[in-house]
Structure formats: C-alpha cells, structure tokens
C-alpha cells in the first residue's frame, strides 16, 4: 500500500483552510501552517479554525504548527494561500526550507501591484522553478460552501499535464470534483479578474441597480477578460470553463463572495476607508484592479468595467458619476 501524500498549506484564512480540508478527505497528510501560536493551538486542540471558519470540524489528519520549516518538511505539494501581494516576501523567507521536489500550488486569486505578474509568475521568480513545479487550483469555490462539503468542481491547471493529475488525484473527493487544465494563464486571469468584476456588480447592487445591470456587468466582464486572456496567450474557450464563467457566476452572485460584498458597501455610499474597516478578510480585487489595468494597457486591451472600478476604488469617483460614464461611452458591435 502506498504512502498518503503529504501537504503543507501555507496560511489557514478560510480558503486554505478549506482545501486543507479537502486534501485530508481526499486522503492526505496535511500540515497547516499559521502565524499565530492561539491559533495553532485551536486547530490541534478543538479541530476548528475559529477564527476562519467557526464551526466546521476539521479530519484528524491536519494538524497545525507555527514552524514553516515543520510544515514544510518532506511535503509532496506545497500549497500557498496567503494574500496576493503578500506572497513574495513570504516565499522568499520559506523557499529555503520547501522539499526540493514538491508542487507548489497557488490558490490566490491576484495579479502582484508593480510588476503586474501573476501568481504562478511570482512563484516561478523567487522559487527559481520551473512551469512544471507549479500548479494553480482554481474556479468557483466559495470556502465556506466547501467547508460544509457542498458540492464544488474546480480548475487543477498546470502546463506539465502528469502533475496536473496528481494533484487532480490529491484533491479530488465526494463534494469537491477538479478537472485538468494546462492553460495556467487562462486560469489565473479568470480567477484574478473576476474578482475585479465582482467588486463592479457589488456596487451596481448596492446602487440597487436591478438583475438586468448585472446580467450585464457579467458578461461584458467576460468580455474583458477574455479579451485580456487572448492577447496575453490564453484560449478563449478557458474562459467559457469553470476559471471563466463560473468562478464569475459564483463570485458576483453570493453574499460570501468577500470581492461582491466589498463592492456592494461601496455602493451604499460607504468610504473606503469605512468599507475596509468592515472587511475581515482580503477581498483581493481591491488591490488586484489596478495590477489589472496596467496589464490591460501593457497588451493594449479596452476594459471600461476595471477602469471604471480603479476609478471609483482608489481614485475616488462616486458611483454615480462613473455609471453615468460607462454607460454614455460610444455604441459599438457587440464583439467588438
């Protein structure tokens, strides 16, 4: 009988813990690794993470530790789920310490401020590693959903096929069902624009602004994204999966969904200043927008929705006024 799998999960927000979860029902040994001592504590000692997902039992086969070189330690697949413009300087502090074989696995959702990379990009950087090493999990999977192990499918993209499918093998259970993907590209950006998009329809709705507006934001932001996507490399039909449209569909529609519920307290008129003081947790398209616009002018790609979300995001223009804007822009074909 082989050997379980083992898994170290860098960060124990919901999401990474969730996919803890989901990789010890799948079978594996699972190693969480936490910044804080109380909260390690908690996890090895009441099998919950109160912090993040109250209330949901973990399987006795994660345990948690604060040493990241304990987590670390002979590990098969090493997944990172730490904020997006955190992930650098964090890797670079554990890269000494990573197995020398392992898979590294980005659930992050971001484009990094600055260099505009994405996640795998980053990884490849300061790991010194090969497309082949690095994975990305990916789609529309709301953690709390699959915390209460509701039914869920899932993007496993990597461009080295074989790994693909062991990490496919590693994380696929009765409630949680990965497919294969190698267009790693499509699939971050899917999952990393999207959040863009959500933090759109957020607002729309808290304008109150009706199902119509956002049917519409939906899919003029697939639009977006898949115009992106193409000119950056990415096939189009990626976009038509579940990093596409439905990570799209699940983020713009929930009230979990932290990106939509960011953009819904800005359209009730809500600071920024104010909106983040009520958000527990990183909604990544905060920060990701403006990565995501310099991308959009780098590859010289019209995006009015992520404009308009800059705009209102940071550069502090009422709602009202940038609707009022979208929406007189010049009429063109659709599939324009």
């Keep these: 009988m082989s050997k379980p799998v083992k898994a170290a999960v860098f960060g124990t927000g919901s999401w990474g813990t969730a996919f803890a979860m989901v990789l010890a029902d799948a079978g594996c040994d699972v190693t969480l690794w936490a910044r804080r001592a109380g909260l390690v504590e908690a996890v090895n000692s009441t099998r919950t993470n109160p912090d993040y997902l109250p209330g949901v039992e973990l399987p006795r086969t994660v345990r948690a530790t604060t040493d990241p070189a304990e987590a670390a330690a002979d590990a098969d697949i090493t997944v990172l789920a730490v904020p997006s413009q955190t992930l650098r300087g964090n890797l670079a502090e554990w890269m000494p310490l990573l197995a020398p074989d392992t898979v590294l696995?980005?659930?992050?959702?971001?484009?990094?401020?600055?260099?505009?990379?994405?996640?795998?990009?980053v990884i490849e950087d300061v790991a010194k590693v090969g497309q082949d090493r690095v994975a990305v999990v990916t789609g529309p999977n709301l953690a709390r959903e699959i915390a209460s192990r509701m039914p869920a499918a899932a993007?496993?993209?990597?461009?080295?096929?074989?790994?693909a499918q062991r990490l496919q093998a590693a994380c696929h259970t009765a409630y949680f069902r990965p497919y294969t993907n190698t267009d790693v590209v499509g699939c971050e950006l899917g999952g990393a624009v999207k959040n863009v998009i959500g933090l759109a329809v957020g607002i729309a709705d808290g304008m109150g602004l009706g199902d119509n507006a956002k049917g519409s934001l939906i899919t003029r932001g697939l639009a977006e994204t898949t115009r992106l996507g193409v000119a950056m490399g990415a096939d189009p039909l990626t976009f038509s999966g579940l990093a596409g449209l439905g990570d799209l569909v699940a983020t713009c529609s929930s009230p979990l969904s932290r990106n939509h519920t960011f953009g819904t307290n800005l359209g009730r008129g809500m600071t920024l200043e104010e909106t983040i003081a009520v958000?527990?947790?990183?909604?990544?398209?905060?920060?990701?927008?403006?990565?995501?616009?310099?991308?959009?002018?780098?590859?010289?790609?019209?995006?009015?929705?992520?404009?308009?979300?800059?705009?209102?995001?940071?550069?502090?223009?009422?709602?009202?006024?940038?609707?009022k804007e979208l929406m007189s822009r010049s009429a063109k074909p659709e599939r324009h």
């Design 105 to 121: 696995v980005s659930l992050m959702k971001g484009v990094e401020l600055g260099s505009a990379m994405r996640m795998s990009e």
């Design 155 to 163: 993007v496993v993209a990597c461009a080295d096929e074989a790994v």
């Design 279 to 323: 958000t527990r947790q990183t909604a990544e398209g905060v920060k990701s927008c403006e990565s995501v616009r310099d991308l959009a002018r780098r590859y010289g790609v019209d995006m009015p929705i992520t404009e308009t979300v800059v705009e209102i995001v940071h550069e502090g223009k009422p709602p009202v006024v940038a609707l």
